[in-house]
Every structure is written in C-alpha cells, then in structure tokens.
Nanobody
C-alpha cells in the first residue's frame, strides 16, 4: 500500500519561512508528477506547486517568487520551501503524487493526510 507522509508544517510569523517535505513509501513502480495543494478555511483545494519527474515546475500565481518546489527522485520525496509567508497562506497543505503501482499499469492520484500551516500577522 502506498502512503504519502508529510512533515514540516507549523506556526510562523508573517515574513517567515517553512519547509514542507513529503515522502512516498510502499510498493510502487514509478512516480510521475508530484506537488502541493492547499485548502484554506471555507475554500476548495487549490494547486500550489507541481513538479514533473524531470524537475519542471508550475506555481500558482499567488506564490510565484516566494515558494520553491523541488524533489529527490531517489528518495521519492518532494519539498516545498515557503519564504516571505503571508497570513493568506494559512491553510492545510496536501502533498500529491501520480503513481504507478506496476510497470506499464494505470497511474493513480495519491494524497497525503495534510499538514497545517498557520501564518500570524
């Protein structure tokens, strides 16, 4: 069974930084895209950053220039470095990965359990 384990959330003051990590574990064959979504209070889940296996990235306009996503394919891990945090970045952050369980088989979307990020003003 595949699991995504997140770490690194917490409480930080505006202008501060946090680094989120997410490691995929279990019986899997390959990982395609990985990334991060977030869901604020009363809001729907929205894309924050997406990174391909080759390292190409796509960011939400609201985080461009402040957040950087990277990944270590050998460790099946994706990271999100968040700088210059703002109160409006407060949300539950979810790790995402597109995973194939066996060579040549269907790709599935997996999600982490979520980690709370709170930015105080």
């Amino acid at each position: 069974q595949v699991q995504l384990a997140e770490s690194g959330g917490g409480l930080v003051q505006a202008g501060g930084s946090l680094r989120l990590s997410c490691a995929a574990s279990g019986s899997l064959s390959a990982i395609d895209d990985m990334g991060w979504y977030r869901q604020g209070p009363g809001e729907r889940r929205q894309l924050v950053a997406l990174i391909t296996r080759g390292g190409s990235t796509n960011y939400a306009d609201s985080v461009k220039g402040r957040f950087t996503s990277s990944r270590d394919n050998a460790k099946n891990t994706v990271y999100l470095q968040m700088n210059s945090l703002k109160p409006e970045d407060t949300a539950v952050y979810y790790c995402y990965a597109r995973i194939s369980l066996r060579y040549g088989s269907t790709w599935y979307n997996y999600w982490g359990q979520g980690t709370q990020v709170t930015v105080s003003s």
